[in-house]
């Protein structure tokens, strides 16, 4: 529509602010819209150090919707760990806080018997002390050559934390099994600088 192109050139513009920041931020919601609209989600791309976002609303869940909005598939990305992001960048980061949350509300579930929360209580504290510590690295002065030690000294412990263990509940278990499977995307954000631990940016967006 002509009201769409006048607006073109500032979408461009706003991209580009986007494509230029440290790290750009992605999300998807469910997102009533009408019933002519491709679907009922919306997604969001946002700026890690500005306000520039852009939104894309009444669309699908699928992953074309990051395909579309990903330009620079060499800018550095974090999002949460929906599978619709795999591949859409070359580097790739994972929130931190989905994760903790996870192993936070096993840690509190009802639903297992007293020794098996016991036992994801004890992890949790154990993964709070990891984060912890990355959090101190994230927000220390960069220095390529020391984040690449610090980058191997998390591995390292992050293969310990997530050995598996007799004591282990089902779904901790697997948690800690996505969380090992996806080690490099946790760690962007200690080798390469100005990257954000959390994609909360971007939720706070589409909120």
Known sequence: TSEAAKLLPEYHDIDA??????????DE?????QTEGEGQWGWVKTASDSPATIFRLGRSRGKGNANVLIHDRDQPTVTDD????????QQHGLCWAHPKRNFQDLAVSASLTESKRRHCQEFYERFSVLLRDVQVVVHSSY??????????????DITVLTAPHGSDPKKLATLKA???????????????????????????SVR
């Not at 602010?17 to 992605?26: A, E, M, N, T």
């Open 17 to 26: 602010r986007i494509r230029g920041s440290p790290c750009q931020h992605l």
């Open 29 to 33: 919601t469910s997102w009533p819209v």
């Open 82 to 89: 929906y599978a619709a992001y795999d591949g859409c960048t």
């Open 143 to 156: 220095d390529r050559d020391a984040r690449t030690g610090e980058a191997q000294r998390l591995r390292g």
């Open 178 to 204: 996505t969380f090992l499977a996806n080690t490099e995307r946790y760690l962007l954000c200690v080798r390469e600088p100005n990257i954000p631990m959390t994609n909360n940016k971007a939720e706070r």
